[in-house]
Nanobody, 127 residues
Framework: EVQLVESGGGSVQSGGSLSLSCAAS????????MGWFRQAPGKEREGVAA???????SYADSVKGRFTISRNNDKHITYLQMNLLEPEDSAKYYC?????????????????????WGQGTQVTVSS
């Protein structure tokens, strides 16, 4: 069974940085694409960044140039480095694993019916 555990959330002032980690277990021989998603109260879940099994990446326009996704396949950890954070970035951040999808396809996922999801970690950015 695939399990994903996010960590690294917290509170930061506008302009600050946070680094999120997603530790995965239960992967079989196939390496999935990994994505970071976020959901703020009253808003739809949205894709933030995704990375394919080949290392290709895809980002939401709102975070391009500020967020960087990376992965360590040996340790099954996916990272999200978030710089120049803004209050609009405040949300609960989730990581997800998607098999047989590219990074861009993963970024477009909205339903938790697809793939495997973690429980999320809260990010709060104050102005």
């Amino acid at each position: 069974e695939v399990q994903l555990v996010e960590s690294g959330g917290g509170s930061v002032q506008s302009g600050g940085s946070l680094s999120l980690s997603c530790a995965a277990s239960g992967f079989t021989y196939q390496i999935p694409s990994m994505g970071w998603f976020r959901q703020a109260p009253g808003k739809e879940r949205e894709g933030v960044a995704a990375i394919g099994s080949d290392g290709s990446t895809s980002y939401a326009d709102s975070v391009k140039g500020r967020f960087t996704i990376s992965r360590n396949n040996d340790k099954h950890i996916t990272y999200l480095q978030m710089n120049l954070l803004e209050p609009e970035d405040s949300a609960k951040y989730y990581c997800a694993a998607m098999y047989r999808m590219t990074a861009s396809q993963t970024l477009g996922i909205r339903s938790t019916n697809f793939g495997h999801w973690g429980q999320g970690t809260q990010v709060t950015v104050s102005s």
